[in-house]
């Protein structure tokens, strides 16, 4: 079996989203359970079919248990035995929280037991699941190297959206300011293009964007929400 990065994602934001009512990262789910599809997760460049690659399910395996942490052979048991991979996402993000193993949050998982239960028993809080997204999201906003983790935190818990700190610290970097400087001239009625243009520097370098989420498998387009025009997330 081989899966899209499209799926690795909808797991892996169904952990960190399913559990505090989410956050506004989901646009849609469809009729196919595992077709969960953030707003980040829509194509790559490149790639005229607009498919991202497909990995095999021990690097699904390792990519899951990088993010959250969790015993990679744990995780691939429950992918070959075709666990809905919902309840994968949402068992590792537990597994994070709590402190257990993947597998033993796994086994809480019954027909007569459902996840609000176990993640009282576990828990789990709101506050907790909010705490370690912010955490997640800083530490891959950081993997592109044009914003350090510590930074990228702070701004996390001052409010800011992923996508605007990601574009901001590219158009930043390029313009030769600080982040902060150029996070104050996006307004509510105006877009990174109009930003990057009133610095003078080239849209094209929006490109460099790849969102937030697991790393690399945002858009790689620039073209990514609220970038030139399209829907802000809206948690």
């Known amino acids: 079996m081989r899966w899209t990065q499209r799926k690795i994602v909808a797991g ?21 359970k595992t077709d969960l599809r953030p707003r980040y997760c829509v194509t790559q460049d490149g790639r005229p079919d607009g498919q991202p690659p497909k990995m095999t399910t021990d690097e699904v395996a390792q990519h899951i248990a990088e993010s959250f942490g969790v015993d990679a052979k744990q995780v691939k048991s429950a992918l ?5 991979f919902r309840d994968i996402g949402r068992a590792a993000m537990l597994a994070k929280i709590s402190g257990k193993s993947f597998a033993d949050v796994m086994a809480l998982k019954t027909d007569d037991k459902d996840w609000r239960d176990i993640e009282s028993s576990l828990g789990a809080t709101r506050e907790k699941v909010r705490q370690l997204r912010i955490e997640m999201m800083a530490k891959d906003l950081s993997r592109d190297g044009v914003i350090d983790e510590e930074g990228a935190l702070k701004l996390l818990k001052d409010g800011y ?21 150029v996070l104050d001239l ?8 109009d930003v990057a243009d009133q610095l003078g520097v080239d849209r094209k370098e929006l490109k460099k964007f790849h969102g937030p989420g697991p790393h690399g498998m945002g858009r790689h387009d620039g073209l990514g929400p609220d970038m030139m025009g399209g829907p802000m997330m809206d948690d």
Do not use: Y
């Open 161 to 181: 959206e992923p996508w605007d700190i990601s574009c901001a610290s590219i158009l930043a970097e390029a313009a030769g300011k600080d982040i902060q400087s």
């Open 186 to 193: 996006k307004k509510i009625n105006n877009r990174w293009g």
């Open 12 to 32: 892996v934001v169904a952990g960190l989203v399913l559990t505090v009512g989410g956050f506004g990262m989901l646009s849609a789910q469809s009729q196919d």
């Open 80 to 84: 070959d035995e075709q666990k809905d």
